[in-house]
C-alpha cells in the first residue's frame, strides 16, 4: 500500500481530484493558499531550468563521446532518427485530427474565459534566472561537445558533480513538490469553472497519443522485420514482457535487463545487446517525444496559438537532444522539454502544469513505447554491423 501511494502517477491523479473538489466546495482564501504556493514554485521553476538543462545536457553529450566509435555513432543516429520520426508522425496526425477533435471545447473555453473569477496569490516573489533558456542551451552544447575531446579532466568532474546536485534538485525537490503544483493548477481552473472542459480534453488528447504509440510500434517493427527479413509481429511480441514491465516500472533504465534478455530472444548477440539496448535506454526517446508534441499541440490549440509547421520542426529537433538528458526518475523527460517549451512556444506557466500532469499520466505508455523500440533498432544494427559492433564492445 505504502508503494502504491508513492507512486508519482498515484500522487497527480490524487492532487488533480483534490485540486477539483478544493475549486468547487472550499472558499475563496483556502484555494489562494495554493495560488501563493504556485506563485512561488513557478519562479523557482523558472529559475531552476536553465540550471537543469545545464547540468543534464552537458554531461549527457560528452558521455555520448565514449564508446564504440563508429557503431556508437550508428546507433545514436537510427535511435534520433526514430525519436526525430516519431516526432513528425506526431505533429501530421495531430494537426489533422486535434483542430476538429478540440474545436467544441475552443468554444466551450472562450464562453468559459468570459465570465471567469482567478484566484490571486497572497504575495508573490520574483526570482530571476541568471541566464535565459536558450543561453543555457548553447552553453551546455558547446561544453558537452568540447568534453567529448577530453578524459580526466577537473572541468569533466566538475560537470558530473554539477549533474549530481541538478538530479537531487529534480528528485528530492521538484519532483515531490509537482503533486501539490499540479493540485494548485486544477483548484485555480475549477474555481474558474474550465476544470471540467480540460478534463474532457485530457481523456481525447489520451486516446489518440495510446493509438499512435501502437501504430509507432507497428511502424518500427515493421522497418525492422523487412531488413532482417523477419515477421515483425512475432518480434514484437517476443518483445512484450519488455513493454509491461516498462508500464510498472515508468522507467527505461529499470527495465534494460528485461530489455536484454528478450532482444537477445530475437536473435540479437549477446554483446550487440548489451551495447545497444543501454545506450538506446538513454537516447531513443520516441514515445516521449510523441507525447510532448502531441500535447503541447492540444494546448496551444485550446487556448488559440496558432500551428506553425517550422516553429515545430526546430522544437522536435531540438528536444530530441535535450530529452537525452532527461535522468531516470518518472516525469524526468517533461523536466528537461519544460524551458524548450517556454522559450520555443511560448509556455506560460499554467500550460506547463497543464504538460506535466497530462505528461505523467501518460508516462508508463511513452516509457513502454521507449523501451520496446529498443528492441527493433538492436535488431538494425546487428543486421548492419553486428560483428564490428561486437568485437568494438
Not at 554531461?59 to 534520433?80: E, F, H, N, V
Not at 499541440?297 to 531540438?318: K, R, V, W
Not at 522539454?337 to 508508463?364: C, K, P, R, T
Request: hydrophobic content about 55%.
Amino acid at each position: 500500500m505504502k508503494a502504491f501511494f508513492s507512486n508519482l502517477l498515484v500522487k497527480v491523479f490524487i492532487a488533480i481530484v483534490l485540486g477539483i473538489l478544493f475549486g468547487l466546495y472550499l472558499p475563496e482564501w483556502f484555494n489562494r493558499i495554493f495560488a501563493t504556493f504556485n506563485a512561488f514554485f513557478g519562479q523557482f521553476l523558472s529559475f531552476a531550468i536553465p540550471l537543469i538543462i545545464m547540468g543534464l545536457i552537458m554531461p549527457a553529450i560528452s558521455d555520448l563521446g565514449k564508446g564504440a566509435g563508429k557503431m556508437l555513432l550508428l546507433t545514436a543516429a537510427i535511435a534520433y532518427g526514430s525519436t526525430l520520426f516519431s516526432g513528425f508522425m506526431t505533429y501530421f496526425t495531430a494537426s489533422g485530427i486535434f483542430p476538429q477533435l478540440l474545436e467544441s471545447h475552443i468554444q466551450s473555453s472562450s464562453q468559459i474565459e468570459e465570465t471567469t473569477r482567478e484566484l490571486t496569490p497572497y504575495f508573490s516573489i520574483s526570482i530571476p534566472p541568471m541566464v535565459d533558456v536558450m543561453s543555457a542551451l548553447v552553453f551546455a552544447f558547446v561544453i558537452g561537445l568540447g568534453l567529448t575531446f577530453l578524459e580526466g579532466t577537473t572541468l569533466k568532474s566538475a560537470v558530473k558533480d554539477f549533474q549530481l546536485i541538478i538530479m537531487q534538485v529534480i528528485e528530492n525537490v521538484i519532483v515531490p513538490l509537482l503533486p501539490l503544483f499540479i493540485l494548485g493548477i486544477f483548484a485555480s481552473m475549477s474555481y474558474s469553472g474550465q476544470v471540467f472542459n480540460i478534463l474532457s480534453v485530457f481523456l481525447n488528447i489520451i486516446g489518440v497519443i495510446f493509438v499512435m504509440h501502437i501504430v509507432l510500434l507497428l511502424l518500427q517493427y515493421g522497418i525492422a522485420g523487412a531488413i532482417v527479413k523477419r515477421n515483425p509481429l512475432r518480434l514484437l511480441a517476443t518483445m512484450m514482457p519488455a513493454y509491461f514491465t516498462a508500464l510498472g516500472t515508468q522507467s527505461s533504465a529499470a527495465t534494460i535487463p528485461v530489455t536484454l534478455v528478450q532482444a537477445e530472444k530475437n536473435g540479437v548477440p549477446e554483446k550487440v545487446a548489451g551495447f545497444v539496448i543501454p545506450l538506446c535506454a538513454t537516447i531513443h526517446l520516441a514515445g516521449s517525444i510523441m507525447k510532448i508534441t502531441a500535447c503541447a499541440m492540444a494546448l496551444m490549440i485550446l487556448e488559440g496559438q496558432p500551428i506553425d509547421f517550422t516553429m515545430f520542426a526546430g522544437f522536435i529537433f531540438m528536444l530530441g537532444i535535450a530529452m537525452v538528458a532527461a535522468p531516470g526518475v518518472p516525469g524526468g523527460a517533461i523536466m528537461a522539454a519544460v524551458g524548450i517549451l517556454q522559450a520555443m512556444l511560448g509556455f506560460d506557466e499554467e500550460m506547463i502544469g497543464l504538460m506535466i500532469a497530462l505528461y505523467i499520466a501518460m508516462d508508463s505508455f511513452g516509457t513502454a513505447c521507449n523501451v520496446t523500440g529498443d528492441g527493433a533498432i538492436a535488431l538494425v544494427v546487428n543486421k548492419i554491423s553486428g560483428e564490428k559492433l561486437a568485437s568494438a564492445s
